[in-house]
Each structure stands twice: as C-alpha cells, then as structure tokens.
C-alpha cells in the first residue's frame, strides 16, 4: 500500500492531448505491436495491439495554470505515451507506478511557484513502495515543496506526480 496518493495526466487534459498536444501538434495514435509503452493516463505499460499516441505533454505549465504558480524557464514539455482513446484511468493498485526492481528515477522537486527546489536519483531495488515513500517523505519534510515529479532517468520523460498532502 502506498503512502502518498500519486496522480496520473488528468482527464481533461488527456482529452485536449488526444486532439492537439503541448507542443501544438495533432495526436496521431497508432497500434501497439509490442507493448510495453508506459501510459500516462492510466499508469500501466501497454499491452501488444493496444491502441497509444505518443504526445507532447507539459505537466508543470498544466499545474501551474490551475494554481496561479508561474514557473517561468522549468516549464517544460515532453513525451509522454496515452491511450489514443478513452481509458478507465489507473485501477486501485499495491504500489506506486513503474516501479520495477533496478529502474532509476529522478524525484523532482518544486515549490509553489513552480521553481525546482531540489530532487534526487532514486535507485528502486527490491521493495519499492518503501523506496518511494522514503523519497516523498524525504521532499516534503521540506516545507517549500509543494509538488513532486517523477521521470524516468533513461529518457528524462515524466512517469507521474505526487502533491503535497
């Protein structure tokens, strides 16, 4: 069981990626022949045949604009996979999202202003729920942060965010 509630891209949002992306480009979904795309909007690599589009995605500006934050050069945007249609969302699971044994993560922090305050490597290894709640408890134990990312290492893409309780 995870300590801190984790969200996915929001539905709203995922409606408006699946017609133009944060970069301003049309969504061009395509078929899945392998699998293993991590989906953004439901939390769970694909499965072979699945319907996907890779999108560009801007998760900070996307909070941001909810908040009133103006996080001036950490806006950033990059790809991120989702269901080319509608999806269920992310089902009640154990744990916390592509946290597979051996992964390495960056949990990145930022106030509420939308600056980066700091982050840090984490090397999942075998039990990652615990590592993941040792992270979140480690960033907010600072009272700055507000909000927390987390992206893949290999590729830099986000994987999901967790805001402060």
Do not use: K, N
């Not at 009640?92 to 982050?119: E, H, K, M």
């Not at 709640?133 to 942060?145: R, S």
């Amino acid at each position: 069981m995870t300590t801190h509630p984790f969200l996915a891209v929001p539905p709203g949002a995922l409606r408006q990626l699946r017609a133009v992306d944060d970069a301003g480009r049309a969504c061009v979904p395509y078929t899945d022949g392998e699998g293993g795309a991590p989906l953004r909007c439901c939390l769970r690599p694909s499965g072979a045949g699945e319907r996907v589009a890779l999108v560009s995605y801007a998760p900070l500006r996307r909070w941001a604009a909810g908040t009133g934050a103006r996080p001036g050069a950490y806006d950033e945007q990059g790809p991120v996979f989702v269901h080319a249609e509608e999806c269920g969302g992310p089902q009640p699971a154990d744990g916390y999202p592509f946290a597979r044994p051996g992964a390495l993560r960056t949990v990145r922090c930022y106030d509420a202003g939308g600056r980066i305050v700091g982050g840090r490597l984490l090397e999942i290894l075998d039990d990652a729920t615990a590592a993941f709640d040792a992270a979140f408890a480690e960033a907010f134990a600072d009272p700055e942060v507000a909000l927390v990312h987390v992206r893949a290492v290999e590729y830099g893409c986000f994987l999901f965010e967790v805001r402060r309780p």
